[in-house]
Structure formats: structure tokens, C-alpha cells
């Protein structure tokens, strides 16, 4: 695992681009350097974005009485999820980023480990993969990550990640 990576030109030219791009250049970089099968991780196709994201907002979401925008604003979204979810334990990010991600995997029902999962991310992407490649790219961003959802494709649980709380909890139908 080497850190060239965080020191060349894709981040020069990342810089120059809108912000919410910065970490779908890093995730690009991270797949190449670390040589992800595509087959495992992949951005999903742009055609599928909203209804992806649509059907995690109204499967989890509290959004009675409140009008959905045509764009969902993705952070945040952890102070509004319905309120009759089953919520597990927090788990605080502490020293050490690397076994806090690798935390993901404790928290998805062991018949869906092998399956692939959404990786929705609060700059707007949306990813497809299966857990240990979702786990090995996140545990690589450099920063730039805020929120994230990793959301099972039957949309019957998601794993949070909340930056400003600095914890992670999965939430269950």
C-alpha cells in the first residue's frame, strides 16, 4: 500500500476542477493504483443516479410532509431517517481510520456479505461493489469523503457514515 499516489498530478488537476469532482478523481486514482477489478467496484451508470438515489431517499427517509427536491441534497440526510428503523450501535471513528472502515463489514447481515452493494456518496456519486472492494477504497481517501451510504440493492438496510459525528451505524427495515 503506497502513498506515490497522493503526491502526482491528478491531484494538481483535480484542484482545478468543482469541488464535489475532487473525490470521484481520487476514487478513480485509488481504483487504477490499487488495481481494483472494475467487475468488483465501479461507478454506476449516470442514467441510474436519481432513481438509485430516489428509491434510498424513500426507503429510508422521513419525508412525509416535505416535498422532495428534484435534487436530493445527500448530506445531511442522517438527521432525517424514518424514525421506526432499527438502528445499531454507533461505531466512533477513534484513532485509526483504516479499522473503522474496515468496520463496514461487521455491520451488513451475513447473508449480504457476498452480495454487491449502492455506495452513494453526499458529493452525488453513485457506486456499485461488493463489500471488501467498497472497503478498500475508502479506507484510501485522502480527506475529501463526507458523508456516505452503503445501501443493499434490495434497499432493506444502509450503513451511515456521518463525518461531523465522526461514527458510522447501520439502519434496518
Known amino acids: 500500500m503506497s502513498n506515490d499516489w497522493k503526491s502526482t498530478e491528478w491531484q ?8 464535489r469532482y475532487w473525490i470521484r478523481d481520487e476514487i478513480e486514482e ?4 490499487e ?5 468488483r467496484f465501479y461507478e454506476a451508470s449516470k442514467n441510474n443516479y436519481q432513481s438509485i438515489i430516489n428509491k434510498f431517499y424513500y426507503s429510508f427517509i422521513d419525508y412525509e410532509d416535505k416535498r422532495k427536491p428534484d435534487f436530493t441534497e445527500l448530506s ?8 421506526n428503523l432499527k438502528r445499531s450501535p454507533l461505531i466512533h471513528w477513534g484513532k485509526d481510520y483504516y479499522e473503522y472502515i474496515g468496520s463496514i463489514a ?3 447481515p451475513d447473508e449480504y456479505l457476498n452480495n454487491m ?5 453526499s458529493q452525488g456519486w453513485v457506486y456499485e461493489g461488493y463489500i471488501p472492494e467498497i472497503i478498500a477504497v475508502l479506507r484510501e481517501t485522502d480527506g475529501w469523503l463526507d458523508d456516505f451510504y452503503v445501501v443493499s440493492k434490495k434497499y432493506d438496510y444502509v450503513i451511515v457514515h ?3 459525528g465522526e461514527c458510522m451505524y447501520s439502519l434496518t427495515k
Open 30 to 33: 485509488i481504483i487504477k493504483e
Open 76 to 83: 445531511y440526510l442522517w438527521l432525517i431517517f424514518q424514525k
Open 117 to 121: 452493494h449502492y455506495l452513494i456518496l
Open 106 to 108: 461487521a455491520l451488513i
Open 12 to 19: 494538481d488537476k483535480a484542484f482545478r476542477k468543482p469541488f
Open 35 to 39: 488495481n481494483i477489478d472494475r467487475k
Open 162 to 164: 456521518t463525518d461531523d
